[in-house]
């Protein structure tokens, strides 16, 4: 099975690409920390699994497609995970994110979920072979106050994915979206605040990965925070802007 992943370096990724490390397996490493993704390299090997690493920005559209195809024409992808992220939002003196924020939130978690699927989608579709995993967040259901542009971003790679699986499923193509709760993470430690059911990342790599292996359409993770705000996106929104305002969080850059 060949993979590739997207902000492998460290978090989710890392852990994924462990979790998937085996004989048989080659896995491509995308990220811009050289010395992390060595490491992560490192440990998949050790596990039997082959690997290539990116050193690529995935805002940068031009060369996602330069690597992926080189890639894809070594080693055919069976399985694509866009999962680099970056997070932002209201900091204690108030600041919000801002357009250049919000641009940096937008580019790197939306338009770097599409700069991986895109090129990939022909590839797949001539071989009517492949799956495409995208790690949305649970914040794509609603809206919250602390932040919005963040949200914005993870509910675009949820309608993106949903779309894509729509679209591609004559094809031999499988699309898994899936949204996560909090877990602890680089990403996680910029925010202060009550993060209610909170998962160790382990779990939360485990879980993750059984729904990628199992081609799962959409996953909500953990399930009972997921109908909640499912819920509560269907209230009223003078009701669910107060009860959603009720849990805040601070984002220390
Ligand atoms: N942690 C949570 O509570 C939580 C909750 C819901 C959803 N998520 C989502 O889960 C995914 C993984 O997050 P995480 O918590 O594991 O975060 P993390 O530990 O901060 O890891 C983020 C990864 O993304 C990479 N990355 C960021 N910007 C990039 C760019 N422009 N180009 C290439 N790689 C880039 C980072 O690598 P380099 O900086 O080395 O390039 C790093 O490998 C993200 O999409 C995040 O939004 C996280």
């Not at 690997?51 to 070594?74: Q, S």
């Amino acid at each position: 099975m060949n993979i590739v992943i997207t902000g492998a370096s460290r978090g989710l990724g890392a852990a994924l690409a462990e979790r998937f490390a085996a004989p048989g397996c080659d896995i491509g490493l995308i990220g811009r920390d050289a010395a992390a993704l060595a490491a992560v390299a490192a440990r998949c090997v050790a596990q039997g699994a082959t690997t290539r690493v990116g050193l690529v920005d995935v805002r940068d559209g031009a060369a996602m497609a330069g690597l992926l195809g080189e890639w894809d024409a070594a080693k055919p992808i069976d399985l694509a995970i866009a999962n680099a992220g970056v997070t932002g939002g209201r900091q204690a003196d108030g600041t919000m994110d801002g357009i250049a924020g919000a641009r940096r939130l937008v580019e790197t978690n939306l338009l770097g979920a599409m700069h991986l699927a895109e090129p990939l989608i022909p590839l797949m579709q001539g071989r009517r072979r492949g799956a495409i995993g995208l790690i949305s967040s649970l914040a794509a259901l609603r809206g919250m106050p602390d932040h919005p542009a963040y949200c914005a971003s993870k509910a675009g790679v949820l309608a993106y994915g949903e779309g894509l699986r729509a679209a591609l499923r004559g094809d031999g193509i499988t699309v898994s979206v899936v949204l996560p709760g909090y877990f602890d993470t680089a990403l996680d430690a910029h925010w202060t605040g009550a993060k209610p059911l909170a998962l160790p990342l382990a779990v939360m790599a485990d879980r993750v990965a059984a729904a990628l292996r199992a081609g799962r359409g959409r996953c909500f993770i953990p399930w009972r925070l997921g109908l909640l705000l499912r819920l509560l996106a269907l209230l009223p929104s003078p009701l669910g802007d107060r009860l959603i305002g009720l849990q805040r969080l601070t984002y220390r850059p």
